[in-house]
């Protein structure tokens, strides 16, 4: 009589013919570095409490440097220009050690800088957002206008985005 197999004895046979490439054994290994890195990203940062980074030197010290790598992206990557965090930053210069001191001065004045082009914009729409009203006969010390609501304040938040979107992605081949 002939053997009935169970499911796992099938399962079982199929994988075992099934192998791993050099490629595969890469790509899983990364994903658990960027696992980890993201796993340490939000333990560390998202919640804002400046005592777990003692801790999260411990952790680095075990973690390779690869991790540090991609942790040391997802900060830069994540950090606003408009509301900076000083824990984002305190881990950045955890992760870079001898350089951070100098990563942290770039960022504050990357932020300095973003925050002036921004209030320099913001001014000038709303003086030209008054001179429109004016023009239309709208004039008077309660008309003020609302540069927030203006699909060009839009444009001109979009562009200054982008631009220091790049500069945070040339401070991080800096780093490479």
């Given at each position: 009589m002939?053997?009935?197999?169970s499911?796992?004895?099938?399962v079982?046979e199929?994988?075992?013919?099934i192998?791993?490439?050099?490629e595969?054994?890469k790509r ?8 980890l890195?993201?796993?340490l990203?939000n ?6 409490d400046p ?8 952790e680095?010290a075990?973690?390779g440097e ?6 040391n ?7 606003s220009?408009d509301?900076?965090?000083?824990i984002?930053l305190q881990?950045?210069?955890i992760?870079?050690?001898?350089r951070g ?5 770039t960022?504050?004045?990357l932020?300095?800088?973003?925050q ?5 914009g913001m001014?000038?729409m709303g003086?030209?957002?008054?001179e ?5 006969g709208?004039s008077?010390?309660a ?11 839009t ?22």
């Open positions: 002939a053997e009935i197999k499911t796992l004895d099938l079982m199929k994988i075992s013919n192998k791993i490439t050099p595969e054994r899983f290994k990364r994903e658990e570095i960027e696992t890195a993201q796993h990203y333990r560390y940062f998202i919640q804002d005592k777990g980074l003692s801790a999260l030197k411990k680095l075990k973690a690869e991790v540090k790598k991609i942790l992206e997802l900060l830069i990557f994540s950090y220009f509301t900076p965090s000083r984002m881990g950045l210069e992760l870079q050690e001898k001191k100098e990563i942290i001065k960022l504050q004045e932020t300095s800088s973003y002036g082009e921004r209030a320099e001014q000038n003086k030209e957002l008054q429109e009203l004016a023009r239309k709208i008077g010390t008309v003020e206008p609302n540069p927030n609501a203006n699909p060009r304040w444009d001109f938040m979009d562009q200054l985005n982008r631009r220091y979107e790049e500069k945070k992605r040339n401070l991080i081949n800096k780093l490479s």
